[in-house]
């Protein structure tokens, strides 16, 4: 099955703690992305990739990091996670821009 | 003004009815156009894509494209309480190294049995 999949689901954490988000694909895709989603304010693009070792700022990456080792991984970093990073995050992935496939999501809490 | 405005709802309507939900946007270098359809507690998932003006059809659901009037919609016919979920409106821009979506805020719809 075509999946994209976030681990964890739920995080709850606390100022300062470093923490990472993974996301994995299983369909081969070239182009991974992160999104945040907040109430009011949508989904927005944090950090996107075109392929390995690929990678570049989306709209909000001030706090973020990610990397790209792998076609299929494409983890989400906090080195030091502040309370305005609560939110609702998402990984995406892609072949072209039609069809992006979101994974489950995960809700982060900073204390 | 933002890049794509969408009313939030929420839109409450009984089992049947047809849906219109609506986005606007500024931008005119979008080109391609989706709905997501978004349930409680899940990913959003692609419902309709299309990147010309007029309608594209798929079963109970119809995308429609006005370029010249930067707007777009999607109908619902025949709605039934599993279309409760939060529908975002999302555009991007074709070309570059980016295959960035903007989103609109989504429309919370409830369909009522």
């Known amino acids: 099955e075509a999946q994209v999949t976030q681990n964890p689901r739920y995080l709850i954490t606390v100022t300062g703690k470093k923490l990472t988000v993974t996301c994995s694909q299983n369909?081969?895709?070239?182009?991974m992305s992160w999104y945040r989603q907040d109430p009011g304010l949508g989904l927005r693009q944090i950090y996107y990739s075109m392929n390995v070792e690929v990678t570049d700022k989306g709209d909000v990456p001030e706090g973020y990091k990610v990397s790209r080792k792998e076609k299929r991984n494409f983890p989400l970093i906090l080195e030091s996670p502040s309370p305005n990073q609560t939110s609702l995050y998402f990984c995406a992935s892609s072949l072209s821009t039609d069809t992006q496939y979101f994974g489950p999501g995960t809700r982060l809490t900073v204390l | 003004q933002k890049e794509v405005e969408q009313d939030p709802g929420p839109l409450s309507v009984p089992e049947g009815a047809i849906v219109s939900l609506n986005c606007t946007y500024s931008n005119s270098a979008f080109q391609y156009f989706m709905w997501y359809r978004q349930y409680s507690r899940k990913g959003p998932e692609l419902l309709m894509y299309?990147?010309?003006?007029g309608n594209k059809e798929d079963g109970r659901f119809t995308a429609q494209v006005d370029k010249s009037s930067k707007y777009i919609s999607l109908f619902i016919r025949d709605s039934q309480p599993s279309d409760s979920a939060t529908y975002l409106c999302?555009?991007?821009?074709?070309?570059?190294?980016?295959?960035?979506?903007?989103f609109g805020k989504g429309t919370l719809l409830t369909v009522n049995p």
């Open positions: 999302a555009m991007s821009v074709p070309g570059g190294s980016n295959y960035k979506l903007t």
């Open positions: 299309t990147y010309s003006s």
């Open positions: 369909m081969n895709h070239e182009y």
